[in-house]
């Protein structure tokens, strides 16, 4: 079965922290993505990727860095988390530019005491 | 840019009872997705069924289907037959244009009752 996996299912970290939330796929997928689940606010794009070392913001960058070294594995930075990024972190992957064929990882709640 | 807007935060559906859940869109494109997507308790996000906006016909899944009116950027999920693990957050989706991602709706919890 094919599977994005994240690193942590709960984090809690404080503030002023650098945080580094992992996400790992086992497809060969080319692009990968960062959202935050809020409520009320559904799922917004913090980052994506396209190919290995290359990174585009989303819609929400502000606060967040992106590293993706390898194909499978891309990692979201907290530099110095905050209490406003208390939030659900949930990475997906797929394989073409395209609406469908998204598969998501079971997200990491993090919170920022 | 495109929205998607879902005014139904929460509803309740008996089990084996019908449940429509609502979703309206704005785009000025005349290609893309739209997509229903359930996130149960455990967190993992699962696509529920797609529509292709040059489709007419509205697509079907089984005991799920969709309403789809192009004209009046409308999009509602029927669910037949509901049953206890239906219960979820469903998040209408959509997809297209130049961006080349997907832009969520905020979401309806859906329960089921016994």
């Known amino acids: 079965d094919v599977k994005v996996t994240q690193s942590s299912r709960y984090l809690v970290k404080r503030t002023g922290e650098k945080v580094f939330l992992e996400c790992v796929q086992d497809?060969?997928?080319?692009?990968m993505f960062w959202y935050r689940q809020d409520p009320g606010l559904g799922l917004r794009l913090i980052y994506f990727s396209y190919d290995v070392k290359m990174k585009e913001k989303g819609d929400i960058p502000e606060g967040y860095s992106v590293s993706r070294e390898k194909k499978e594995r891309f990692s979201l930075i907290l530099e110095s988390a905050s209490t406003n990024q208390t939030s659900m972190y949930l990475c997906a992957s797929t394989q073409a530019r395209r609406g469908y064929g998204y598969t998501f990882g079971s997200g990491t709640r993090l919170t920022v005491v | 840019a495109q929205t998607v807007t879902q005014s139904q935060p929460e509803m309740s559906v008996q089990e084996a009872e019908t449940v429509t859940l609502s979703c309206t869109y704005d785009t000025s494109e005349s290609d893309y997705y739209l997509f229903w997507y359930k996130q149960p308790p455990s967190r993992q996000m699962i696509l529920v069924i797609r529509q292709e906006a040059y489709k007419q016909q509205n697509a079907t899944e089984n005991r799920f289907s969709v309403n789809f009116q192009k004209a009046a950027k409308s999009f509602s999920l029927k669910i037949s037959d509901s049953q206890l693990g239906d219960a979820a957050m469903y998040f209408c989706?959509?997809?297209?244009?130049?961006?080349?991602?997907?832009?969520f709706g905020t979401g309806t919890l859906l329960a089921v009752q016994p």
């Open positions: 497809m060969d997928h080319e692009n």
């Open positions: 989706v959509f997809y297209g244009g130049a961006t080349n991602k997907l832009i």
